[in-house]
């Protein structure tokens, strides 16, 4: 599956813009791409913000069951909102899934994880949109991840990296004057997330609740290569004991 979602496998001859598309992670790459492409598509009146948006009555009421999936690609109208919340998409999300080492089962995990813990607390606070509560989640992970890093908010500031979810928490509240519940829920998700997958496992012998089962990693990263055979000391192929062959053609 990895290999069906890539795509760019061939770098020579590409626009820069286009070697930075392809140069991005698989899962980023797609969710940025289908978070333009729902606000050209409202902007151009071909779709509705109205056929986008979660509800649950809608969803299963109704079984319009992609509004599930298309609550996380709508940040609004073409703007200079819009291009805020796509650069801290495409930024924080590329950073994040690189660090899982461009593999998109792990990451792919991440992001149904939040998005099914958003979906159950979205009809709570009446949030109809989560792009930006999963986008929040996503900061909240890698900052809390690499808590030595500085960041400059619009050079003004600098601060380490950990702060970074409540500076733009703060930034949406000057700007909106309300208070961004969808971050809030972000950053409450993140932190779960952050929790049991980097603290609790050092304290429970590296027991880690929210890795990936192996049918998902089979999913996307296909079957793990078989195991080598040990060998001897010249090289061959360690036979096996006459009893235990009797045992595997017997269980054969």
Same mark, same amino acid.
């Given at each position: 599956?990895?290999?069906v /979602?890539?795509?760019?496998?061939g770098?020579?001859?590409?626009?820069?813009?286009?070697?930075?598309?392809?140069?991005?992670?698989v899962?980023?790459r797609w969710?940025m791409?289908?978070a333009?492409?729902?606000?050209?598509?409202?902007?151009?009146?071909?779709?509705?913000?109205?056929q986008?948006?979660?509800?649950?009555r809608?969803?299963?009421?109704?079984?319009?069951?992609?509004?599930?999936?298309?609550?996380?690609?709508?940040?609004?109208?073409?703007?200079?909102?819009?291009?805020?919340?796509?650069?801290?998409?495409?930024?924080?999300s590329?950073?994040?899934?690189?660090?899982?080492?461009?593999?998109?089962?792990?990451?792919?995990w991440? /992001?149904?994880?939040?998005?099914?813990? /958003?979906?159950?607390?979205?009809p709570?606070?009446?949030?109809?949109f989560?792009?930006?509560?999963l986008?929040?989640?996503?900061?909240?992970?890698?900052?809390?991840?690499?808590?030595?890093?500085?960041?400059?908010f619009?050079g003004?500031v600098?601060?380490?990296?950990?702060?970074?979810?409540?500076?733009?928490?703060?930034?949406s509240?000057?700007?909106?004057g309300?208070?961004?519940?969808?971050?809030?829920?972000?950053?409450?998700?993140?932190?779960?997330?952050?929790?049991?997958?980097?603290?609790?496992?050092?304290?429970?012998?590296g027991?880690?609740?929210?890795d990936?089962p192996?049918w998902?990693?089979?999913?996307?990263?296909?079957?793990?290569?078989?195991?080598e055979?040990p060998?001897?000391?010249?090289?061959?192929?360690?036979?096996?004991?006459?009893?235990?062959?009797?045992?595997?053609?017997?269980?054969?």
């Open positions: 599956m990895a290999n /979602l890539g795509g760019g496998d770098m020579m001859g590409q626009f820069p813009l286009e070697q930075w598309f392809y140069e991005m992670p899962c980023t969710w791409t289908a333009l492409s729902a606000s050209v598509l409202v902007q151009c009146h071909i779709l509705s913000p109205f986008l948006f979660y509800s649950f809608t969803v299963f009421y109704r079984s319009q069951y992609w509004r599930l999936i298309t609550t996380f690609f709508y940040f609004g109208p073409l703007s200079l909102d819009l291009l805020y919340h796509i650069f801290f998409l495409q930024r924080y590329r950073l994040l899934e690189e660090s899982s080492g461009r593999s998109p089962a792990h990451f792919s991440l /992001l149904t994880f939040a998005s099914s813990l /958003l979906l159950c607390i979205a709570m606070f009446s949030m109809a989560l792009g930006t509560a986008s929040s989640t996503l900061i909240y992970i890698w900052s809390r991840k690499n808590p030595d890093t500085l960041l400059s619009l003004l600098v601060f380490k990296a950990p702060y970074l979810p409540w500076v733009l928490l703060a930034f509240l000057i700007m909106h309300t208070v961004p519940k969808d971050e809030m829920c972000g950053i409450v998700v993140g932190h779960i997330w952050y929790f049991f997958n980097d603290v609790y496992p050092p304290l429970h012998n027991h880690s609740p929210l990936p192996a998902w990693l089979r999913l996307f990263d296909g079957p793990p290569p078989p195991a055979e060998l001897d000391e010249d090289g061959a192929t360690d036979p096996v004991p006459e009893g235990e062959a009797a045992e595997v053609v017997a269980a054969q």
